[in-house]
């Protein structure tokens, strides 16, 4: 382009020039910078496993099989299993996810039908004020309020909720399980005392914690149900709930769906408000008010004091955990890519 | 240098070498496997204004798009033929798109002033360019040419974005004449505009004119009548089963107004199209 | 009982149709209309519940970690066992000095990482593979950027470090700062982008002239949201940084190898101590990183309020 670099000079006051060879070569660097952070992401990624999957390795020849089927864990005599663990994180996990499940459900269905900005607006009617430029704009203003609240409980750190366990949950539900344990310790999940941290703690807590996440998403899908849906339901003459039970949630199940997955997910992995409401003691037990142990927990509690020998051994934990994380992710995005592509075949 | 490549075209517009600016043939313009403009010769002549007209999907932005390469950007775009820029083939293998777009500029369809301020939105081509100099002068330069200094003289460090529409427009006008580009590309410059502003930047162009060599496409054709000393009409061909445009006519605008050789240019320009 | 007559003119018989009207009136005594009415109160009372946790942790933190919080507790070293008074300075310290380590780290890859993703090459086959990943470490149990921290820093450097922590918080950000800068990044709309390019920019002109200035508010928002994150986390610290009693210097000079205490591991190892002096300091800590984190995340919420308005 010299030649017409040359020309535009000519032209009088024409500034216009070709990008300098710094430019270019700015240029062409910036670009392999971007692969090579790209690259390094998937990197990171693979030495993440390789990091801890090469720790685990001595453990994994080591104890094999044995590893996930046994139920003790002791430094001094060697003898290392992973059982209690595993079952723990299922059971609190699967009992957080029942109680966040309810209750997320239940705050999305209370926001997406609007009850509260309702309930303001006739509040706001008994005093005729329900136009006022200020008062009129408050169903909406609370409405949006609630949604935040909700999502402020995602944002307080873990180990504040497991402070916040110990000295508020813990206390508040010993009499009531007590009683329970008294009238009905015939049936298996309250077979047990709690004499402190347990299970049924640690679930109610990790159950706050991830109700944010489903009640936002399981949100999102009831919003996103057409208002034709509901309208046809209405016409029928269908009451309310027999639309919310009968259309609506049908209509979102595959959004709160996703949303259940990946609350299972997270709660597997949360570590420091099971770590400390749980108890840490390897029992299997049914019983809600057991102590109990999980994977995670498990970490948290040996790793910084861990002897060498014992490393490999809580690296083969951690490569479990990893496992079951992964497994229940793959799993979700599969089911939810299933049930996607059925419905998009429904429609046509 | 001798490094250029050397057109091979052979000059148009009555082998007035020197009057051509742009030499344009576009043999074969696909985007992926969708053929959208064939058979397309525009000589672009100096310190004139040169129209785009036809029906909407013909293919004019397309081909002036290409007059800057800025159809590189889209995928799957594959080009068959020569634009030649003051004897240069811009679509040689050793011609650097990012430099051509340095000395032709564009205009869009949509104002696309930058998220910045007003002065930094007219500064950008000198920085990018590397201007030295009194970069003030130069911004109020292009904005008095721009038409638009009185109305933001007092307010150069509010965002671009604060103007009205028309303004919107003028800035980016402003905004690419600010180098003194050798070519001024406009693709529907007014379609986003009201009938006022619409007005405003055609007296603008006619303005410019005298500095710059203007391409404009426009499915306005009491807009080219106005401003265009050339135009071009390109029409739709559907008979391959696809929809790909060509020229169809181009010449001095009376004559393509008052005295079309082709019939689709006269049933266009007369309305008498289905 | 008031009878009205409905005529119904396309009754097959031609008669109109009798319809006893108090159907029509409101009653819960139906069942239908009743079991409504129970699932709405039932719904309503659940999504209060949902909001007592919230309200119970704040007025805890307000009411036990107000108590103790004063300026000896945010400025002096953590107390020993059977010693009163202490405070929790160097865990502020240390936690501000970790994060900042993560955010050094995570925000540079992340950005530069996103314009790939959403500039560079977004449809390619790497692209695709990097935004799984990133999708991949979002759902990673927090503990194991500290599994893997300790086995890629601890076991090479010797020794628990802030460095190490500061690594490990940063595996937690990245992914976060990444995927919400290409969010951001994408939004920019493409006429922007076109004028850049148009005017014959590079680019990487176009990227940092145009492209992340406009983006910037959402890209400052995903970090804030990491930044709050990582501030709160304590799995990925309690075997990378662990814990220390002392300030993060020695000879006066910042020193990041050494073990470093952070706000979220001193609540951690103080909760579970029997001393009442613990306790108290641990629940003045919960006030302070929750005070910190909120800020930094409502803040994050601000920006991206304001932009999307």
């Known amino acids: ?348 | ?274 | 009982m008031n009878e009205t007559v409905f005529s119904a003119p396309v009754s097959p018989v031609g008669e109109p149709v009798r319809i006893d009207i108090s159907q029509l009136e409101k009653s819960l005594r139906r069942p239908r209309s009743a079991f409504s009415f129970v699932l709405s109160v039932l719904v309503g009372l659940m999504t209060i519940t949902a909001l007592v946790p919230l309200f119970s942790v704040i007025f805890m933190l307000l009411v036990r970690g107000g108590k103790k919080l004063s300026m000896s507790a945010l400025t002096e070293l953590p107390p020993s066992a059977f010693e009163l008074g202490g405070g929790f300075g160097n865990a502020i310290a240390g936690t501000v000095i970790m994060v900042g380590i993560a955010a050094l780290i995570s925000v540079p890859v992340g950005i530069i990482a996103a314009v790939f993703l959403a500039e560079v090459a977004p449809e390619s086959r790497l692209a695709k593979v990097v935004r799984m990943c990133a999708k991949l470490m979002t759902d990673f149990p927090s503990i194991l950027a500290g599994v893997f921290a300790y086995g890629a820093v601890v076991l090479i450097t010797g020794g628990f470090s802030a460095a190490a922590g500061g690594i490990a918080l940063s595996i937690l950000m990245l992914p976060t700062v990444m995927l919400t800068a290409e969010e951001a990044i994408r939004m920019v709309p493409s006429k922007i982008r076109e004028a850049a390019l148009g005017m014959g920019a590079t680019q990487v002109q176009t990227v940092w002239m145009v492209l992340l200035p406009t983006a910037f508010p959402g890209i400052l928002t995903g970090i804030m949201l990491a930044v709050a994150r990582a501030a709160g986390e304590t799995a990925p610290l309690l075997f990378t940084a662990l814990f220390s009693n002392y300030w993060l210097a020695s000879d006066g000079k910042i020193d990041l190898m050494q073990p470093t205490a952070s706000l979220a591991v001193l609540i951690y190892n103080f909760s579970a101590m029997p001393f009442e002096n613990q306790v108290e300091l641990a629940w003045a800590a919960a006030l302070v990183l929750v005070l910190m984190v909120l800020t930094v995340n409502l803040t994050g919420q601000a920006l991206s309020r304001n932009r999307t308005e």
């Open chain 1, 1 to 348: 382009m010299a030649e017409t670099g040359t020309n535009a000079t000519s032209k009088g006051d024409s500034i216009t020039r070709a990008p300098t060879a710094f430019e270019k070569h700015g240029n062409t660097a910036f670009r392999l910078a971007s692969y090579l952070f790209a690259w390094m992401t998937v990197l990171l990624v693979l030495y993440i496993a390789y990091t801890i999957a090469r720790q685990a390795v001595p453990a994994m020849s080591k104890y094999g099989w044995g590893f996930v089927t046994g139920t003790k864990w002791d430094p001094n005599t060697k003898e290392f299993g992973v059982l209690p663990e595993i079952w723990g994180t299922l059971y609190s996990s699967l009992l957080a996810l029942v109680l966040g499940t309810l209750f997320g459900v239940a705050v999305a269905v209370y926001l997406s039908e609007h009850y509260l900005g309702f309930l303001v607006f006739s509040v706001l009617k008994l005093f005729g004020v329900q136009f006022h430029p200020f008062w009129g704009k408050l169903p909406d203003r609370l409405e949006v309020l609630l949604k935040n609240l909700i999502e402020l409980l995602a944002a307080i750190p873990s180990v504040v909720y497991g402070l916040w366990g110990i000295y508020f949950i813990i206390p508040l539900i010993r009499p009531l399980c007590q009683w329970f344990q008294v009238k009905l310790g015939w049936i298996p999940i309250f077979s047990t005392t709690l004499s402190g941290p347990g299970m049924l703690p640690a679930g109610i807590v990790l159950s706050v914690m991830i109700m944010p996440t489903i009640a936002a998403i399981s949100l999102n899908s009831l919003l996103a149900v057409p208002p034709k849906l509901r309208q046809a339901a209405y016409g029928l003459g269908a009451t309310r709930w027999e639309t919310i039970l009968g259309v609506i949630l049908p209509t979102a199940s595959k959004g709160i769906f996703g949303a259940v997955i990946l609350a299972f997910g997270r709660a597997l992995g949360e570590t420091m408000a099971l770590a400390m409401l749980i108890g840490n003691s390897n029992v299997i037990s049914w019983s809600l008010f057991s102590p109990g142990n999980t994977l995670a927990a498990l970490l948290a509690n040996n790793f910084a004091e861990a002897g060498p020998g014992e490393i490999g051994v809580l690296m083969f934990a951690a490569l479990i955990l990893l496992g079951i994380t992964l497994l229940v992710n793959v799993v979700g995005a599969f089911i939810l890519d299933k049930a996607s592509s059925g419905r998009e075949g429904a429609k046509r």
């Open chain 2, 1 to 274: 240098m001798s490094l250029a490549p050397q057109c091979s075209l052979n000059s148009v517009s009555n082998g007035d070498k020197d009057g051509v600016v742009i030499d344009c043939d576009v043999r074969e313009l696909y985007y992926g496997k969708f053929k959208a403009v064939r058979d397309t010769r525009i000589a672009i002549e100096r310190g004139k204004i040169t129209a785009f007209i036809g029906p909407s999907g013909c293919g004019k932005s397309t081909v002036l798009r290409c007059l800057n390469r800025m159809n590189d950007l889209v995928r799957g775009f594959r080009f068959e033929g020569q634009v030649c820029f003051q004897g240069t083939d811009i679509y040689h293998n050793s011609i650097d798109p990012v430099a051509v777009r340095r000395y032709i500029g564009m205009v869009f369809q949509q104002p696309n002033p930058f998220a910045m301020s007003i002065f930094r939105n007219v500064a950008f081509g000198l920085k990018l360019n590397g201007y030295k100099g009194d970069k003030a002068e130069r911004v109020e330069n292009a904005l008095r040419r721009a038409a638009l200094w009185d109305e933001v003289k007092d307010k150069l460090h509010d965002s671009g974005l604060s103007l009205s529409g028309g303004q919107q427009q003028r800035l980016c006008i402003a905004r690419a004449i600010a180098t003194q580009p050798q070519v001024l590309l406009m693709d529907e410059p007014c379609s986003a505009l009201d009938p006022i502003a619409t007005r405003r930047i055609e007296d603008l162009m006619l303005e410019l004119k005298q500095n710059f060599t203007i391409v404009i496409v426009t499915h306005n054709l009491q807009q080219a009548q106005r401003v265009a000393d050339k135009t071009g009409f390109l029409y739709v061909d559907t008979t391959q089963g696809g929809r790909t445009g060509y020229l169809v006519e181009y010449g001095e605008t009376r004559q393509i107004f008052e005295d079309p050789v082709e019939k689709y240019t006269q049933d266009y320009i007369s309305g008498r199209f289905s």
